[in-house]
């Protein structure tokens, strides 16, 4: 079976390298760097060495991927014909994607590795920026940085950021959670004569020009929670601040029962951010609804049922059971298959129900139980074949709810008014209009107009009585007109 020796070059100069590790170097049959861009290789060059580098395909490729892929090709071929020696920067398995794709060969049967030693550059950077990485540290790639990798509260050390073009990627990933003015340190050829630190605010780390193949940046934690305000964890602590037996009374005395109305208003004052197109709004609004499934699920967690770990879970497990052509190999091509499958799924998961109707009941809103009644019923065909059928039975309910009205009736009165309002759902139901959104919609409109109703009798007479109905309907007409003027601008 072919052979490759890894070698790791350590993190500074030649009187970094263990003996053992110099004289496999000198023993190699066919000694290939990675790159130049270290301080060793010179010296070894001095030292008599002959070695090629894959510097050239970091030319020849736009992606780092595609330069690694490459490099590990070109091993396996070289391999076919002698033994290879293949040396990197610091040591073999740190932050060396090569090794690992290396190591991928190896389980699959393709090659054999032997993987010497070799200093890695973490404990010179440990070293020259004296931290502890007990403390809680992360070593993330520049190349391909995402903000939801980073821990605000630990050490947080980038490699790879060969130049200015990594940096500013890297920079602008960062600055999705630190401030701008944070300050961040780059540090070259740690451990070696040349080892630099600089220290710069974020905002201008990819303006320095000592990045380089040997560079690190390093971005110091920030502790204090009022300033990682963007990390989940940071509203997590203080959820479980207020509701900590020294935390705030109200907080503590809350129940899944009490929240409920909470969550129901939450929910509409969002709805009413984005009909107003209202972006910060819309933020402030999102973040009321959150805090509620973090009271909720700390609520769990207090009394020992579940934690938001729990409900992560839960949602996550179903966005990928129910969506098997993102996350599987079926097909959906529209929105239409993507429904059919998404039931299908759905109707899989629940136990068998004894009644269409189940579990279709909304206890909050009976509009949106009657819309999924009348939903359900028409999955089965129990449906009227065109809108019209539920125009002419909203207006045979309409004329025997008149009737009950002028028999004076109320417990007829009532049974018949829910009738129309049970039509008048159906005919929603056919034009697609969400009849809760559309009655949320009419007391929106009427709140408004009345409160020009309202501000019309203060800077009156200031008392309602002293004004007839033609006259509080003119200040009526005049609202709906003004809207009507603000809706053709």
């Not at 736009?62 to 090709?73: G, L, R």
């Not at 060396?96 to 010179?124: C, W």
């Amino acid at each position: 079976m072919r052979k490759i020796t890894v070698i790791g070059l350590g993190a500074g100069d030649l009187d970094q390298l263990s003996l053992g590790t110099y004289r496999l170097l000198k023993q190699a049959e066919r000694l290939v760097i990675r790159t130049e861009e270290h301080p060793v290789v010179s010296q070894l060059r001095s030292e008599g060495l002959q070695m090629e580098s894959f510097d050239a395909i970091y030319e020849a490729k736009d992606a780092f991927e595609d330069v690694y892929q490459t490099i590990v090709e070109n091993l396996l071929e070289m391999s076919r014909e002698q033994l290879v020696t293949y040396a990197v920067p610091g040591h073999p398995l740190v932050a060396e994607r090569t090794v690992q794709l290396l190591i991928e060969k190896e389980q699959a049967g393709e090659i054999e590795l032997y993987i010497a030693g070799g200093s890695s550059f973490l404990d010179p950077i440990f070293t020259a920026l004296r931290i502890d990485p007990i403390e809680g540290f992360q070593l993330l790639d520049g190349t391909d940085l995402k903000r939801d990798d980073i821990r605000m509260d630990q050490h947080v050390l980038v490699g790879q950021v060969y130049d200015a073009f990594v940096a500013s990627d890297v920079k602008l990933s960062l600055m999705e959670k630190y401030p701008d003015e944070h300050l961040v340190t780059i540090v070259t050829a740690a451990g070696s004569a040349d080892e630099k630190l600089t220290t710069l605010p974020l905002f201008e780390l990819d303006r320095a020009m000592t990045l380089n193949n040997l560079t690190t940046i390093y971005v110091p934690p920030i502790l204090e929670r009022d300033q990682r305000l963007k990390e989940w964890s940071s509203l997590r602590e203080i959820i479980a601040a207020l509701r900590a037996p020294d935390g705030c009374p109200w907080d503590r005395e809350q129940t899944h029962e009490t929240l409920k109305r909470y969550l129901i208003e939450e929910s509409y004052e969002l709805i009413q951010a984005i009909d107003n197109e209202d972006d910060e709004a819309i933020i402030e609004e999102l973040g009321d609804v959150l805090l509620q499934v973090f009271l909720h699920a700390q609520i769990g967690e207090d009394n020992g049922y579940f934690s938001i770990e729990d409900v992560l879970e839960s949602i996550g497990a179903k966005m990928i059971r129910r969506h098997p052509h993102v996350f599987g190999q079926a097909e959906a091509d529209t929105t239409a298959e993507v429904l059919t499958n998404w039931q299908a799924i759905k109707e899989q998961e629940k136990p068998q129900r004894t009644s269409l109707l189940e579990d279709q009941a909304r206890y909050a809103s009976s509009l949106l139980t009657s819309f999924n009644y009348q939903k359900s019923a028409a999955k089965v065909g129990f449906d009227w074949p065109n809108i019209e059928g539920a125009f002419k039975k909203f207006q045979e309910e309409w004329q025997e709810f008149q009737e009950e009205v002028r028999n004076g009736e109320k417990d007829r009165q009532l049974d018949e008014l829910g009738d129309v309002l049970f039509t008048i759902v159906n005919v929603a139901r056919f034009l697609k209009i969400s009849p809760e959104e559309a009655m949320w919609h009419a007391n929106e409109k009427f709140k408004s107009r009345f409160l020009h109703v309202e501000h019309c009798v203060q800077q009156g007479n200031g008392d309602f009585s002293a004004y007839s109905l033609d006259q509080l309907e003119e200040f009526w007409q005049e609202a709906k007109r003004k809207e009507e003027s603000n809706e053709t601008r």
